[in-house]
């Protein structure tokens, strides 16, 4: 039976409210501590050094959260996330201070939240501005030794691309959403690593569509949003394939769920599941950076300059994605700075990110490849010839 929790809210939250530490104690008086009661669900994280603490009631999300993270009790507490299901009178509202590294989630019990603005944003945050560490919202395979980092819009061919290299016999997985490097000295170092904080994969289930071979290992792995009723299939592309001929229904086949019917269906993957844990490395030598678009009538790849891989990444153009936004914005173009959904103040992080992809791209070479007008396996070995002429 699949293991799958379907949320109230499938997507980001619309009301995001910046607090001040006066109004924190205020939310925390008035309604948090009315939930802090035994059976409260509580743990901490270790990101990087970073103490991270969640308390909540709800344990779908605690239960994803705990499997997310490499947990620790040692390590000091700099940031904490709370998360309440069941406050009557309140919409889903997200409340973050930045004084105190504090956000509180009410009513919202979409996981991706959690990870994204209350755990990865605000320790990121903590990372970059005092110890040097740049957060990169994007995925990282090792090859021989070699560290690729892929940036690039949802629906581009992120995942699928760092998969390719994965696969390939001397392809090892580091994560598929998010990247530390480390400036620590201020300096970019002759040979930057990469690393990542996360001991597991949240991914879209529709990469099952890709890679067929993964369905038995999202059965046995807890899920969230899976559709299990033709009825709230939400993928009008897949439902054109199916009424065309082109592929067939996962129902038609007799399968009870399908993984691709709802664009922001997720689950999460311990690394080591996939193909073993000789499969996954924690840490890389950084050795190239790939920005993916979808944009027909652009080349089909381009070598950028420092200066405008970092224009490329600031202006962050991309399609909003079924389940990536409002609904109402489905399939518009929209824009995400530094393709970056994470962190609550814009502005601080403009030039945090610009400095330190400064000092990345003044060592680490930048291509840009446009999945639009070439295949899958074209985009790879362009990848692959790239990543053969660095050093």
């Given at each position: 039976m699949l293991n799958n929790y379907i949320t109230r809210e499938k997507s980001r939250v619309k009301f995001n409210k910046i607090i001040n530490g006066y109004q924190l104690d205020k939310i925390l008086d008035n309604i948090v501590n009315d939930f802090l009661r035994p059976d409260v669900y509580r743990a901490k994280a270790n990101l990087n050094g970073i103490g991270v603490e969640f308390i909540t009631n709800n344990l779908h999300q605690f239960d994803f959260w705990t499997s997310n993270w490499w947990l620790s009790k040692d390590v000091q507490t700099r940031v904490f996330l709370y998360s309440l299901d069941g406050v009557e009178d309140i919409e889903p509202t997200i409340y973050?201070?930045?004084?105190?590294?504090?956000?509180?989630?009410?009513?919202?019990?979409?996981?991706?939240?959690?990870?994204?603005?209350?755990?990865?944003?605000?320790s990121s945050s903590?990372?970059?501005?005092?110890?040097?560490?740049?957060?990169?919202?994007?995925?990282?395979?090792?090859?021989?030794?070699?560290?690729?980092?892929i940036i690039a819009p949802t629906g581009t061919g992120k995942t699928t691309q760092s998969f390719k290299l994965f696969l390939r016999p001397d392809g090892r997985i580091l994560g598929d959403d998010w990247v530390y490097v480390n400036f620590r000295d201020g300096n970019p170092k002759p040979l930057l690593e990469a690393t990542q904080p996360e001991k597991s994969l949240y991914m879209r289930t529709e990469n099952e569509k890709d890679f067929p071979w993964?369905?038995?290992?999202?059965?046995?792995?807890?899920?969230?949003?899976?559709v299990i009723d033709r009825k709230d299939c939400e993928n009008p592309l897949c439902s054109e394939e199916c009424k065309n001929g082109k592929r067939k229904c996962a129902f038609d086949q007799g399968k009870k769920w399908c993984y691709y019917a709802f664009g922001n269906s997720r689950v999460m993957v311990p690394r080591e599941k996939l193909l073993g844990r000789k499969k996954v490395v924690d840490k890389t030598r950084l050795s190239l950076v790939v920005l993916l678009e979808r944009v027909p009538g652009n080349p089909a790849q381009v070598i950028l300059k420092p200066d405008e891989a970092i224009e490329v990444l600031r202006k962050g153009e991309l399609m909003i994605r079924p389940g990536a936004g409002p609904k109402e914005m489905w399939g518009k173009m929209g824009a995400e700075p530094w393709y970056n959904p994470y962190p609550y103040q814009i502005d601080l992080d403009e030039k945090l990110q610009e400095h330190y992809f400064s000092l990345l791209f003044s060592k680490i070479p930048c291509i840009k490849l446009n999945t639009a007008v070439q295949t899958i396996e074209e985009t790879h070995k362009n990848i692959l010839r790239a990543l053969k002429k660095c050093s």
């Open positions: 973050y201070c930045k004084e105190r590294h504090t956000s509180i989630f009410i009513n919202y019990d979409y996981y991706g939240q959690c990870k994204s603005r209350g755990t990865l944003g605000p903590i990372l970059a501005e005092e110890f040097g560490v740049h957060s990169i919202h994007g995925a990282c395979a090792d090859i021989k030794g070699k560290g690729v980092v993964l369905r038995p290992i999202f059965d046995a792995c807890m899920c969230e949003n899976v």
